[in-house]
């Protein structure tokens, strides 16, 4: 079984975000865990169309590559979300997964109802975001967003790795502290999934 799901948000295959989640990735894979990586420009996506189906069942009516996506959040211990900040929040292809994820929150909310807050402590959240400015609250909308994405597939947003100051391709190259850490966080991602078993 997959243990991590890691979602490249960014339209560029070779971006900033995306060349940070490959070093998670591949902390993790050395730290032993189970990684399937999707690459969001790949998929055919619906936005959500509030129809609200999901409310009979917790499930998605429609019938497009997020339905296999909903599959492996549900099936996962962890994921790992990279997107770069497009207009001060998430990229379009992420906000769009992420609206779909409403089929989520109503399964665990009104179909199964939990109650509100209390993720799993044990499924667990990184997120990856970079913005070529260097303003203080550049991250602040996403990091709500995000924050409520996680919980949404009932996981506790973990770590934040936010770097500031990265706009063309290659730019992160520039950083080897900013790879390092990102293996390091894979690496402590696929450690703390497994302790909590
Ligand atoms: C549509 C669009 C919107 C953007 N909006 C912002 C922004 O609000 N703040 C910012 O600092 N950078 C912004 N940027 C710059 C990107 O965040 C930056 O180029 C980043 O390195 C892209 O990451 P990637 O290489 O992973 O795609 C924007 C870029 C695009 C294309």
Redesign the pocket.
């Known amino acids: 079984m997959t243990d991590i799901v890691a979602v490249y948000g960014?339209?560029?295959r070779?971006?900033?975000?995306?060349?940070?989640l490959r070093r998670s990735v591949q902390g993790a894979r050395d730290e032993g865990a189970e990684v399937e990586e999707v690459i969001l420009r790949d998929l055919n996506m619906s936005p959500c169309l509030e129809i609200y189906a999901c409310k009979k069942t917790g499930r998605c009516a429609i019938q497009d590559d997020f339905q296999g996506l909903y599959d492996r959040f549900l099936a996962c211990r962890g994921v790992m979300l990279?997107?770069?900040?497009?207009?001060?929040?998430v990229?379009a292809h992420t906000k769009i997964m992420m609206d779909r994820c409403q089929s989520l929150w109503v399964k665990r909310y009104w179909v199964e109802k939990k109650p509100f807050g209390s993720p799993d402590a044990g499924r667990k959240g990184l997120f990856i975001s970079?913005?070529?400015?260097?303003?203080k609250r550049?991250f602040d909308g996403s990091l709500l967003t995000v924050r409520y994405f996680f919980d949404a597939l009932d996981m506790v947003l973990w770590r934040s790795l936010l770097y500031?100051g990265?706009?063309?391709?290659g730019?992160?190259d520039g950083c080897p502290e900013y790879l390092d850490e990102a293996y390091q966080s894979g690496r402590d991602l696929a450690r703390e999934i497994q302790r909590t078993d």
């Open positions: 960014s339209p560029r070779k971006g900033n975000t995306a060349t940070l990279a997107s770069p900040m497009f207009f001060y929040t990229s970079v913005g070529a400015t260097r303003g550049l500031r990265l706009d063309f391709q730019d992160v």
